[in-house]
């Protein structure tokens, strides 16, 4: 009791000092870096980043114990019951086989748009065909946005499909956490922030979402059997032109959809327990260490280090090679953020990554992390 009360008050010392010192640097180092990127927008200038630190905004007035209360507020939103295993109102709808051109895919594309609509965001479609080896099949993006005149968008994404298996068994893989788990807490995040988000408008700032179609490769995994609908998306955002005819604050509006993104999320093969997720982008490095002290704040009653999933430590060296839905993005030179285990579950294509392998308490755990992670990023604790 005493050594848990001590270890209490250390995690408060050590953050409290993280968050003033380590956070006030970062923001006044992204407001710099925010503008040279806005600014710097020469032809064949890549996409610069401005995600490797927290985002200011001009307006905060909270002081820090009430934005430490607010994000607090946010961790404890209601909501969370609705990623119960398996019949959550969130998580159920992706708890079905959903290979593309199947039925149930059809039927998670519905819940989506129908979801997201309700909600008052903008909803797109990014439909296409492509050959796979099984064929030309159709694909289906979709992106749904807070505010679709944003220029400057904090995007998070998962996968929807499922992986196919031939009959007999195409009925057999569900994919729970490849990526049911990571759309649910999506829906969570967008559902639960729906109101916060409000305060940005008219920033220039917001959140998108992006529920890519085709992660899965049909026969054997590779560069033109995987990705179908990330590789598409990527590659026509960079030859689109911005929806944005100017940007809030004067600045030239992105040239191109892509540019829009400061910081693509992606999360994917989350919901087992144990999962331990590393810094595996050296552009996001900042960030990674950002979500890791907030999730120490946000789960400060946790009974040990084992507890916390997001590990920052030993991060030289620990860069991926992992083959997933950023790569077409990480390419282009947009910052990203990717969140899956660099272990995978155990379950990773088996029949067996179903609602069974499934540990709720991880999945709540995450789920706020993300929460509160993404508040902070867009400054809705400030307010
Ligand atoms: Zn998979």
């Given amino acids: 009791m005493l050594q848990s009360f001590v270890r209490l008050i250390l995690f408060f010392a050590v953050l409290q000092q993280a968050w003033s010192v380590d956070y006030l640097q970062q923001q006044q180092q992204q407001q710099q870096s925010a503008s040279t990127s806005l600014q710097a927008t020469e032809p064949g200038v890549e996409h610069t980043p401005a995600a490797n630190a927290t985002p200011a905004t001009a307006t905060a007035t909270a002081t820090e114990a009430e934005r430490e209360e607010n994000l607090r507020t946010i961790a404890q939103l209601p909501g969370l019951e609705k990623l119960a295993v398996p ?4 998580l159920k709808p992706f708890l079905v086989p959903r290979p593309v051109g199947s039925e149930e895919h059809r ?5 989506i748009r129908r979801t997201f609509t309700a909600l008052g965001w903008h909803v797109e479609e990014d439909r296409f065909d492509d050959r796979t080896p099984l064929g030309v099949k159709t694909f289906n993006n979709i992106i749904v946005t807070k505010f679709p005149e944003a220029t400057r968008q904090l995007v998070l994404s998962a996968h929807y499909d499922s992986l196919y298996f031939p009959p007999p068994n195409e009925k057999r893989f569900i994919g729970a956490t490849d990526s049911s788990v990571p759309c649910a807490m999506l829906v969570d995040i967008a559902t639960s922030l729906n109101s916060r988000l409000d305060r940005l408008r008219g920033t220039g700032r917001g959140l998108q979402i992006i529920f890519f179609d085709g992660e899965e490769a049909f026969v054997k995994w590779g560069p033109t059997d995987s990705t179908y609908g990330s590789r598409h998306l990527a590659k026509v955002w960079s030859a689109g032109s911005s929806r944005a005819a100017s940007s809030a604050n004067g600045a030239a509006p992105p040239r191109s959809r892509i540019e829009s993104i400061e910081m693509l999320v992606l ?4 919901g087992v327990k144990d999962t331990i997720l590393r810094d595996l982008q050296t552009t996001t490095t900042a960030q990674f260490k950002r979500i890791s002290q907030l ?6 009653d946790a009974a040990s280090d084992d507890d916390y999933y997001f ?7 620990f860069r991926s090679g992992i083959q997933d839905d950023h790569v077409p993005f990480v390419q282009r030179g947009v910052p990203v ?5 660099p272990v995978f579950p155990e379950v990773w294509h088996q029949f067996t990554d179903n ?3 499934l540990d709720e308490a991880t999945i709540r755990h995450l789920t706020i992390v993300m929460r509160v992670f993404v508040a902070d990023y867009l400054g809705l604790a400030q307010f």
């Fill in 87 to 90: 019949n959550g109102a969130y």
């Fill in 107 to 111: 039927q998670v594309q519905d819940y």
């Fill in 267 to 270: 999360l994917d093969l989350l």
């Fill in 295 to 300: 999730e120490r704040r946000a789960a400060a």
């Fill in 311 to 317: 590990r920052p430590y030993g991060e030289f060296g």
């Fill in 337 to 341: 953020l990717h969140l899956i285990p």
């Fill in 355 to 357: 609602a069974s392998a």
